[in-house]
């Protein structure tokens, strides 16, 4: 992706009505790459441009129990910090109940042969999009 459309800038996060930051586990944690993007973002939280705006998160890992909900849920705090809103998936689609991704944010497991995410991994990843979408739209409304 980052070919097509080129890596994300502060100007990015500036425009956008909402945003949902993705990341593969490292060591339960974001990796280093969005941590830096995050890092960038201090600038408009000074200027109090990013306050109110709708956030999500998702990662993918390499194995169950390698930390998917531990990063997702380590996001929250710079988003908190920046003034985002956080949108959790909380259990509002019926995959989550069956176990594809998880309350906090949409998630799969790759394995050790960085295996694609499975069609119920992806419809939960919808349905997040969806519903970060609406929030922001309703946000930007109230504004």
Not at 34 to 59: E, R, V
Not at 74 to 87: E, N, Q, R, S
Not at 121 to 132: F, M, S
Request: glycine letters at 12%.
């Amino acid at each position: 992706m980052l070919t097509e459309y080129g890596a994300p800038t502060p100007a990015d996060a500036e425009w956008a009505d909402g945003i949902i930051f993705g990341t593969p586990t490292r060591f339960g944690n974001t990796s280093v790459e969005l941590k830096a993007y995050i890092d960038s973002l201090g600038t408009l939280q000074f200027q109090s441009k990013l306050n109110g705006k709708a956030a999500g998160a998702f990662t993918s890992t390499g194995g169950p129990h390698s930390g998917n909900e531990t990063t997702v849920v380590t996001l929250y705090i710079p988003m908190a910090h920046l003034g985002f809103i956080i949108g959790p998936n909380g259990y509002t689609h019926a995959k989550l109940l069956e176990g594809h991704g998880t309350p906090y944010g949409s998630s799969s497991i790759s394995g050790q042969n960085t295996a694609p995410p499975t069609a119920d991994d992806l419809e939960v990843a919808r349905h997040q999009g969806a519903r970060v979408t609406q929030v922001a739209a309703a946000l930007k409304a109230a504004r």
